[in-house]
């Protein structure tokens, strides 16, 4: 991905060789005395930009990969012969694989080499289906850490129902920020905050550092504490808590950016915001690798719940979820 060593030459590039030449004929004529260092120093810093237009096959191969797996997963939970008894939060599970399906349709249309002829209200509608059903995927791996063993078989149906609609609204509005911010510039779908949205910059950064950063470390730090004082197994911190690997660093490195661009914090050399530049594109490009990872853990915990499940279950029912071990891993 990315095309840093040799950049691509664009029509300016005669006229730029052109003034080249006058300037080292200027330099030779008036044999001035000039301050390179300084002159280097005020020149403008360029970045080695990886998710540019020779990206797109790596969009591409993870919206197809994305889709089939989780197509794959929710068939394994939807159909009849689920062992519904072995574990009771396939809702939860349903959600997390509908969302990755969500975000994989999503991703050729925010890739950078898809141009065309793409419409503002469609950049907006991509922008808010990706991050809104990441953002729900999270809240919906906290819920089902937290509220796991509480939400079994005996509780009312429409509470799962309602927790489930409330999840889901709110990360449609901690994704309304970068929805608003989008719009689109030569055919692609770009992240501009420019104008009065440059508030919303911050906004979203704050959203994605709360519930990519803060909300796992509270989970373990939950965890911790509620192990060191003997207080039961609450919270769940199970496989399903890799996912945050993936949109860790997305969360971590928009805060950087924001605090850079609001001068909190200073970058005083080129190599820092280049660094910086860098860690923005590997982040976005790792986050989008979730919908690949997140059929996988799914199918993980489907099968580690079952192989788990089974010296529990009565004989006949051990055998029919014994047989329903590979449709978990489809």
Known sequence: ???CLHPVADDNSTKLAVEDKNWSEFLELYDADYNFTDVEAAAPCHSCILLDDSSLPFFILASVLGILMSGAVL???LRPLFPRRVY???SILVQLAVGSALFSIMVPILARGLSGALITSLCHLAHLVSYGSAFAQALLIGCHACLGPKLGIGHVPG???GISVGLWGVAALLSLPITLGSDTSHGLCTVTFSGEWEILRYIHAAACFAIFILLPLGLLGAK???KALGRGPCPWVDILCVWFIFWWPQGMVLGLDSLVRSRAMVVSTCLAQQTLDVLLDLAEALAILHCVATPLLLAQ???QAIQTSLPSLPLSAAQSSHLDILGCKS
């Open 1 to 3: 991905m990315g095309n």
């Open 75 to 77: 068939y394994a939970f």
């Open 88 to 90: 009771q939060n396939r």
């Open 159 to 161: 509470l799962r129902l």
């Open 224 to 226: 911790g504490l509620k």
């Open 301 to 303: 915990v489907c099968y």
